[in-house]
């Protein structure tokens, strides 16, 4: 009985939304019947709730089958809603935590046309200077955040990306060309991380991953950076499987489909 009543009592709000819920979880299409059952309301309020959910688009009745579907006017709030959201609100979290971790300095960016944008930032605990600076734009094809957001690009936006990357040698260790940059992003594609071994900076090395939207697109990337000179090999692989738990979490956020 308790359940019953959890069900039907409450707001009109509450029961539109049950109703919508049902109807968005279902693993399959459900006839008015089985939402009657699902929610215990009424018939009649039942049928008035889902008239006015069907009129504003957020449930779809099938004539033909008399079958409830989500509405299309779902997916339009959903689009609203994701491009009204902050990376930086949905990322915070994730930024101390790794501050907290590692104690280096922690990077938040996104990719506009070839270039990479700083739009968050941590500082190191330690003593560090560093080129980048929120706000700030840098190369995309020699910074573990740019690399980590190009591997994931489509074919037709890194064609267009790439023709952006000067491609300037700043160390020893800078992709020079298109071929080089392209046998890096094929790692990352595969592991998810990113790495700047000393290749915009001499001294200064990063572990990166990219943070994907819905639609499973490279939207952000995160990074931790620190000197070499006091990052050993087992540290700088730590900081790998940090960076990437992170983005992962966050890509799940925004809405990415998981894959390994």
């Not at 018939?43 to 089958?65: N, P, Q, W, Y």
């Not at 900076?201 to 952000?220: D, F, M, T, W, Y």
Request: charged share 25%; proline share 2%; with cysteine.
């Amino acid at each position: 009985m308790a359940e019953q009543e959890s069900k039907s009592g409450g707001s009109s709000l509450d029961k539109a939304l049950n109703l919508l819920q049902e109807v968005c979880v279902a693993e399959v299409p459900l006839r008015f019947a089985d939402l009657v059952e699902k929610t215990d309301l009424p018939k009649a309020t039942a049928h008035r709730i889902l008239m006015s959910l069907t009129e504003k688009g957020l449930v779809r009745f099938d004539e033909f089958t008399q079958l409830y579907h989500p509405g299309y006017g779902l997916l339009e709030l959903a689009h609203q809603a994701w491009a009204k959201i902050d990376i930086r609100d949905i990322a915070a979290d994730q930024i101390k935590y790794l501050w907290d971790e590692t104690g280096e300095t922690i990077h938040l960016a996104v990719l506009d046309r070839g270039d990479v944008i700083y739009i968050d930032k941590l500082e190191s605990q330690k003593s560090l200077r560093l080129f980048s600076a929120v706000g700030k734009k840098g190369p995309a094809y020699c910074t573990g955040v740019g690399k980590a957001m190009l591997a994931f690009l489509s074919e037709d936006q890194l064609v267009a990306a790439i023709k952006e990357q000067s491609f300037t040698k700043h160390t020893d260790t800078t992709l020079i060309n298109e071929q080089m940059l392209r046998d890096d992003l094929i790692k990352i594609r595969e592991s998810k991380v990113s790495l700047d071994l000393e290749e915009h900076e001499e001294g200064i090395q990063c572990a990166a991953s990219v943070i994907l939207n819905h639609r499973n697109e490279p939207i952000a990337a995160l990074s931790i950076t620190a000197p070499k000179f006091r990052v050993d090999d087992a540290r700088f692989q730590h900081f790998q499987t940090l960076v990437k738990e992170a983005c992962m979490k966050v890509s799940t956020r925004m809405g990415a489909m998981a894959s390994n």
